[in-house]
């Protein structure tokens, strides 16, 4: 019975209904009594909101200048950081080297030269020492072992006398092993 009620106040009945409705209240008091007492609440509710609610006021988006732009705004830090990170990986490592200087007493040839890992086996010349017969050079050599040996007069290669370590070339020759920073 409720339900017909709500629906007579809600104006959700068709003829036949409002027909039927406007039967049962005037047969049944307490039916007629219920849909008076609901109809006055509803009177009241729809009164009472309408005069108490305040008006909502809904935050309105501001548009901000170049908002448009926004999109551009992500893709700049993401592509610095994608740059900053290909960079890093494109890089070479920093090498260290230290200087080294070569020196070796040979006072019977006109002509010395190293060749040697840190020189992707170039010769590379040395320089005489007055006329002491003495020869040097000073190179800068990365960290790391090296192997080299020097070559007199451009036929005779001789590893350093002065270094112990030495290691068997695939010419049948022998390199001096150096360590520099290990």
Do not use: C
Not at 47 to 70: I, Y
Not at 91 to 101: E, G, L, Q, V
Not at 151 to 165: G, K, Q, S, Y
Request: glycine residues 4%; aromatic residues 8%; neutral net charge.
């Amino acid at each position: 019975m409720d339900h017909l009620i709500s629906m007579f106040i809600d104006n959700e009945l068709n003829m036949e209904e409002k027909i039927k409705y406007i039967e049962m209240v005037h047969q049944d008091k307490s039916f007629k009594d219920k849909s008076i007492a609901l109809l006055q609440l509803e009177q009241r509710l729809r009164s009472d909101v309408t005069d108490r609610v305040p008006e909502a006021v809904l935050p309105s988006e501001k548009r901000k200048p170049f908002s448009w732009l926004r999109p551009v705004g992500y893709m700049v830090p993401a592509a610095a950081v994608t740059a900053a990170i290909l960079l890093f990986l494109l890089m070479p490592a920093k090498i260290t080297t230290t200087p080294h200087r070569f020196v070796i007493h040979r006072p019977d040839v006109k002509k010395v030269e190293i060749a040697g890992s840190f020189t992707q086996w170039q010769k590379v010349p040395l320089k005489r020492v007055g006329t002491t017969g003495y020869w040097e050079i000073t190179l800068e050599l990365p960290h790391g072992e090296h192997q080299f040996s020097y070559i007199f007069e451009d036929r005779l290669r001789v590893a350093d006398p002065t270094i112990l370590t030495l290691e068997k070339d695939d010419f049948g020759g022998e390199n001096s092993i150096l360590r520099i920073g290990v």
